[in-house]
């Protein structure tokens, strides 16, 4: 667990000229940056797509930019070649299993305590103390309800029920859920386009200009995350239709714009008894989102990982892997076999 004196520092580091940020990009990642951009108003956001790890092909973005100092926030992994190269002073706020760095300034609550679960927008709220709303939509995108939801609840009546006690509710049966998937759903696509909805969110004042579209920002916003779900929508449903007794669940799909952990998420709260795969065709391999609330996730993967082509890690419950496609039916036999 991080202390006050942990959220002095990261202020303390707040203050420079020119940070470079480089966030998840999920809604826990946007969260963090934008409340510590809102918090000193200079620098520039990157995104970083695709594999959770800021390694040398990042270099460039440094170079470019010029920074006197480089955030990463809810990043897996910073590679140790990464932090050599940059040449200026490298912050990195993380909530995932801690990983050994030398040369940087390390913030994980899991450092010293191995079981902590708080997400990297909470720890960036509990230094900046503002922008109550963008700390909710960053925890429960992370399926985790702050002690500060009661504030929240109470400034904001009709985005989360006093009476939702968590995640999965504020998620899937709040206004606040919708936040949310919009915060998950505009950094889909492009990445000019995702980082066009980043930027319009670093002065968005308040989440009923987006979600009563009242101003030019909110309506571009809306208008964004609404073209993403509708073919949220359509995807969910088909899988949804697919839903038989088995317990392992398994829906694969092809679609430019990857969905996984939306609709993996989404799945699970609906049938929480089911181990969930939401697989996405891309070039000759499957990329997965796993889920399961009764059994660990974690372990299975990695035993059904053993003498198939592919990878994959992430948290206890809550994975994900990319298997070749010619191996991937051996994959779910191997996890089939564990349930
Ligand atoms: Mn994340």
Avoid at 272 to 277: E, T
């Amino acid at each position: 667990m991080l202390d006050e004196n942990d959220y002095a520092a990261i202020m303390s580091e707040l203050n420079c000229e020119r940070p470079l940020f480089f966030m998840h990009d999920d809604p826990d990642g946007l969260a963090s940056f934008l409340l510590l951009y809102r918090h000193c108003r200079k620098g520039n956001g990157v995104l970083v797509k695709t594999a959770p790890v800021v390694d040398a092909r990042y270099l460039r973005k440094v170079d470019e930019y010029s920074p006197d100092k480089i955030f990463v926030v809810d990043v897996a992994v910073v590679e140790q070649e990464f932090i050599d190269k940059a040449k200026v002073p490298v912050v990195w706020i993380d909530h995932h299993e801690p990983l050994k760095r030398s040369n940087a300034v390390y913030f994980n609550p899991r450092v010293k305590t191995k079981s902590a679960y708080f997400p990297a927008t909470y720890i960036c709220y509990r230094a900046v103390k503002q922008d109550l709303w963008i700390a909710m939509v960053g925890c429960v995108g992370d399926w985790f309800l702050p002690e500060f939801s009661d504030e929240f609840a109470e400034q904001y009546p009709d985005l989360l029920d006093r009476g939702i006690k968590n995640p999965d509710d504020a998620l899937f049966k709040s206004k606040l859920g919708v936040l949310v998937r919009l915060f998950s759903f505009v950094l889909k696509g492009k990445t000019t386009d995702a980082m066009k909805c980043v930027r319009i969110l670093t002065r968005v004042k308040s989440p009923y200009d987006i979600l009563m579209q009242r101003t030019p920002d909110g309506r571009f916003l809306y208008r964004r995350y609404e073209k993403f779900n509708s073919q949220y929508q359509k995807l969910l449903s088909e899988a949804l239709s697919g839903i038989g007794k088995d317990k392992l669940f398994v829906f694969a799909y092809s679609n430019q714009t990857s969905f996984s952990s939306d609709l993996a998420n989404d799945i699970l709260y609906r049938y929480p008894d089911k181990f969930i795969i939401i697989g996405r065709e891309k070039d000759d391999e499957i990329r997965m989102s796993l889920r399961a609330r009764d059994v660990m996730v974690l372990p299975r993967l990695k035993k059904a990982l053993e003498g198939v082509d592919g990878y994959g890690g992430g948290h206890e419950y809550a994975c994900g892997a990319n298997v070749k496609k010619k191996d991937f039916a051996r994959f779910v036999d191997a996890l089939k076999a564990q349930l």
